[in-house]
């Protein structure tokens, strides 16, 4: 009886590590940090349970679109967690900006909607846009 209560402890055990490691390297784990550059076409605060930051970055060239639909501009749609560089993003509608993210394998409803998510905010190119000349500020400095 000793030797049954210790296996299915031990298939328990090894059960509940693979979970935690599945969660870990699907939603945890950065698969990829990055720059990507392009103009701000977008940020929004939306979400049925979760409100969560959404934007979408039009970057600079064209791709073919599927079933010959003519072409369509590359787009990088990502998510955003800190409430500060979302902030200075919506002041930058339609400017070209330069944004860090990373990468994960899977999406968090309180995270986002996206894989990628936006923490950092390199550049702002000023005379890009029609835009307010509102100063952009991330982590109380002055871009």
């Known amino acids: 009886m000793k030797t049954k209560t210790k296996v299915i402890t ?19 784990f950065v698969l990829g940090e990055g720059v990507k550059a392009g103009e701000l ?30 072409i ?24 070209v900006v330069e944004l860090r993210y990373k990468e994960y394998n899977g999406w968090l409803p309180w995270r986002g909607m996206q894989r990628y998510v936006v923490y950092e905010i390199l550049s702002v190119d000023e005379n890009s846009s029609m835009a307010s000349d509102l100063p952009i500020v991330v982590s109380g400095e002055e871009i």
Not at 10 to 28: C, H, Q, S
Not at 72 to 95: I, T
Request: proline share 0%; with cysteine; charged share 20%.
């Open 10 to 28: 031990w298939i328990v055990a090894i059960l509940l590590l693979a979970a935690a490691g599945f969660v870990y390297f699907k939603f945890y």
């Open 72 to 95: 369509e501009s590359n787009e990088f749609n990502f998510s955003v967690v800190d409430k500060v560089v979302a902030d200075s993003l919506m002041r930058c509608s339609g400017k």
């Open 41 to 70: 076409n977008q940020i929004v605060y939306k979400g049925w349970v979760w409100k969560t930051y959404e934007g979408r970055l039009i970057q600079a060239g064209f791709r073919g679109a599927k079933k010959g639909t003519g």
